[in-house]
C-alpha cells in the first residue's frame, strides 16, 4: 500500500476568459471542480439573470471557496505575472505584491464596465505607461512553448485574459490572505492543509482526457480539474510543485515571473 498522503481534498479548474466587462456573463468562463473521491463536474454560477459566470462573480465565489475548511488547489489559466524585462523596463521592484498593486492602478480591468481594450486604447487607466513587447516572454513561457503574455490578438492567446484576470489575483490576495498558498510566490513548498493558487496551461493535459461532448472551454477547465486530482492522488504533484530550475531562474521565478504548473 502506498504511503502517499493526497495534500488536497478539493480540486478546481478554471477556463478563463478576458471578454468584454468584469460583470459580463462569459460563455468562455468555465469552472469544474473535483473532489479525492469524485471525477470532476461542471459548477454553474449561482443563480441570477446572468446564464454564465462573470469575472467578478468568480472572484468572490472563489473567496467563499477559500474561506471553507476545505484543503483547495485552485488552477487558472492566465498568467499570473510578466517576464522580468518589464519589471526592468518599468523599474518595479522586483516583488510579485509590489507588481499586482501597480498593475491594477494602471490596468484597471475589474472595474465595472471596463474592458481591457477601454485600457489598451487609453479610454480608461493609464496602460501607455505599463506597456510590453510582444516578443518578451517568462521563463515559464519559453519552456512551455507558450505565446507571450503581451501577444494580443492572435489565437491562442493568454494576453487578454491575463490583463482581465491581474486584478482579481490581487482582490484574492487582500480578501484571503493567509488561507491561500499562491505558488510559487510564497515558496515552492505548499504545506499541508493549506489551499493553493496556482497557473496551469490546460493544453499541456487536455488530449490525455476523453472529449465526451465538452466544448473546448469546457474540456480545458474539466482537463485542469482531472489532472490536479490524478497528480495529487499518484504522489506526482509534489514533484511538479519543484520544477528543474538553475539558480537564477528559480529566484526570478518565486519572486517575480512566477510559473506554469507542470512545466519542467
Known amino acids: 500500500m502506498s504511503e502517499h498522503s493526497p495534500a488536497f481534498e478539493r480540486y478546481v479548474g478554471i477556463d478563463y476568459s478576458g471578454a468584454k466587462t468584469p460583470e459580463a456573463s462569459l460563455k468562455g468562463l468555465r469552472v469544474y471542480v473535483a473532489e479525492r473521491l469524485s471525477s470532476p463536474i461542471e459548477v454553474p454560477p449561482p ?10 462573480g468568480l472572484a468572490q465565489w472563489l473567496v467563499e471557496i477559500f474561506k471553507e475548511d476545505v484543503s483547495t488547489i485552485v488552477g487558472i489559466d492566465h498568467s499570473f505575472s510578466f517576464p522580468i524585462r518589464y519589471f526592468e523596463t518599468h523599474h518595479i521592484l522586483p516583488d510579485w505584491q509590489t507588481f499586482l498593486d501597480d498593475f491594477q492602478a494602471h490596468w484597471p480591468t475589474d472595474s465595472d464596465h471596463t474592458y481591457v481594450d477601454f485600457v489598451r486604447n487609453g479610454s480608461c487607466g493609464n496602460g501607455e505607461a505599463r506597456w510590453g513587447r510582444s516578443r518578451w516572454r517568462r521563463f515559464t513561457e519559453e519552456r512551455a512553448g507558450a505565446k507571450s503574455v503581451f ?3 492572435v489565437p491562442g492567446s493568454v494576453a487578454k ?5 491581474l486584478p482579481w489575483l490581487r482582490y484574492l490576495r487582500r ?3 493567509y488561507r491561500i498558498h499562491c505558488w510559487p510566490f510564497d515558496g515552492w513548498d505548499v504545506h499541508p492543509g493549506r489551499s493553493a493558487l496556482v497557473e496551469v496551461y490546460p493544453s499541456l493535459w487536455s488530449k490525455s482526457f476523453p472529449w465526451e461532448g465538452r466544448t473546448s472551454d469546457q474540456h480545458d477547465a474539466y482537463s485542469v480539474a482531472a489532472w490536479l486530482r490524478d497528480a495529487d492522488l499518484d504522489g506526482r504533484l509534489q514533484t511538479y510543485f519543484h520544477p528543474q530550475l538553475h539558480f537564477q531562474e528559480c529566484a526570478i521565478a ?5 510559473w506554469i504548473l507542470g512545466v519542467m
Open 47 to 56: 443563480p441570477s439573470p446572468r446564464k454564465y459566470w462573470t469575472r467578478k
Open 151 to 153: 501577444h494580443f490578438d
Open 161 to 165: 485574459s491575463t490583463h482581465a484576470g
Open 175 to 177: 480578501e484571503v490572505g
Open 254 to 258: 518565486k519572486d517575480v515571473e512566477g
